[in-house]
Each structure stands twice: as C-alpha cells, then as structure tokens.
C-alpha cells in the first residue's frame, strides 16, 4: 500500500494531504444538503437544538447548516473544490498509466480518496467525471477489489437511507 522509493512515499503522502485539505472536508456541505436537510427541515427548533448538542465534533458544522441548508455560495464553493479532486485524480492517474493513482499498485493515496469519490457518485455527483473515463474506470477498479463490500455493507451508503435520494439518482441513471 506503500511504494518502496522515498520519493514516492513523499509524494504518495502529498497527495493523501490534498485529499484531507480539498474534497474531504467538501463532501460535507453537499451531502448535509442532499441528505440531511430534509430530516433537519421536519425538526422543531428545539429538536434540531438537541441533535446539534448531541454531536460535539459536528455540532459548529451542523449549526453553521442551520435547518435551511448551506447557502448557494457555500454549495458552488463546495462542488468546486470536488472538481478539483476529480481534476486532480484524473491528472494522477494519468501521470502514473493507472490503474491506481501511484501506477501497477494499490496505495493509501487511493483508499484515502476512495470514500469522497463513492459519497460523491452515492449522492448524484458522478457526473463530475463524466470526460474522464480514466477516473470512472479507476472507481469501478476499487469497487471491483474484495475489501470494497464489507467496506460498504448494504445500508452504508445514503442512497439505501434516504428515500428521497435514491430516487433522485435513479432519475438521472
């Protein structure tokens, strides 16, 4: 999961930093959105006050959605740096002749981009790499492997939680 060449290693570790910096923390905001927001929307205000003081590693994030949802600006903003990551996965792959971001072999860089690029198809996202073949070859790759089902067990993803979004990806297929 790890090249040999220091070099390498160092920039496989570059490569995981862009990945916590840029499309992890940005899979949030369009998730709550997608997902949430329609349960948070249903909730009184003492309700939603209650949940928000139940989770205090999300609650500055939750209070920030409030029950309304991110603002457009915050959304746009969001979906950008997204596109980075599929820009900058396709540009990866490219440079290293695939399969995997690093080349031949399966690295952590892969299986630290691997949860935003599934979230990102799971909430209606894939279009985003829709010119970059590469890019859907390399998801398929990963959930082709033996460890991506008990990664993602029946009921893990969204879609298989909430109705509403199922059914908006079963539109756009």
Known sequence: MRPADPVDVARMR???????????????????NLAFL?????????EFQSLCDSKPLRRE?????????????????????????VDR??????????????????SLADLSLMPVMVRMDDINLGHMWADYPDVQDWLGGIRARPE?????????????????????KAGSA
């Open 14 to 32: 570059a490569m995981m930093r862009f990945v916590d910096e840029v499309p992890t923390p940005a899979i949030r905001v369009p998730s709550y």
């Open 38 to 46: 329609p349960h948070f929307k249903a909730m009184t205000d003492e």
């Open 61 to 85: 994030f939750l209070m920030k959605m409030g029950r309304t949802g991110f603002p457009r600006e915050e959304m746009d903003g969001a979906l950008g740096r997204l596109r980075r990551g």
């Open 89 to 106: 996965l396709a540009g990866w792959l490219t440079e290293s002749g695939g399969p995997w971001i690093m080349g031949d072999e399966i």
């Open 148 to 168: 991506f089902a008990p990664t993602f067990y029946h009921g893990s993803l969204l879609t298989e939680k909430y109705p509403h979004l199922a059914k908006l």
